[in-house]
C-alpha cells in the first residue's frame, strides 16, 4: 500500500487572519509548496454522520476570485458526486446551480 501525504501550512497575522497558504504534497515532484488564496476541505464523520470542514481564505483573495473559486469547486463537486453515487440527474442539478451562482455573483460584482 502506498502513501501519501498532504501538508498544509497557514501563517496568521497578529489577528489570526491568514496571510499565506502553502501546500505540499508527497506525490507530486516539486520540493517548493504551493501557494493559494483560498483552500477549502472537509472530511465526512461516519460515527457521527456530519461534515467536518476547514475554510480559509487571505486578505488577498478578492471577491471575483472567490465567485470563480466556488463555481469551480461546485462543477467539481457535482463530477465527484456523480462519479462516486452514479446519479447523473443529481450531478446536472448541482452543476445547473452553480451556473446559476456564477451568473448571479458576477451581476452582483458589477453592480457594485
Do not use: C, H
Request: no cysteine; hydrophobic share 40%.
Amino acid at each position: 500500500m502506498e502513501k501519501s501525504t498532504i501538508t498544509i501550512d497557514v501563517m496568521l497575522d497578529q489577528g489570526k487572519i491568514p496571510n499565506q497558504i502553502s501546500w505540499k504534497a508527497s506525490s507530486k515532484n516539486t520540493e517548493e509548496p504551493e501557494q493559494a488564496k483560498a483552500m477549502m476541505l472537509a472530511f465526512w464523520d461516519s460515527r457521527e454522520k456530519s461534515a467536518l470542514r476547514i475554510d480559509l481564505w487571505t486578505k488577498e483573495m478578492m471577491i471575483d476570485e472567490m465567485g470563480d473559486f466556488f463555481y469551480q469547486t461546485l462543477m467539481t463537486m457535482a463530477d465527484t458526486y456523480r462519479r462516486s453515487t452514479g446519479q447523473a440527474e443529481l450531478e446536472e442539478a448541482i452543476k445547473l446551480f452553480a451556473a446559476d451562482f456564477y451568473k448571479k455573483s458576477k451581476e452582483l460584482l458589477e453592480k457594485s
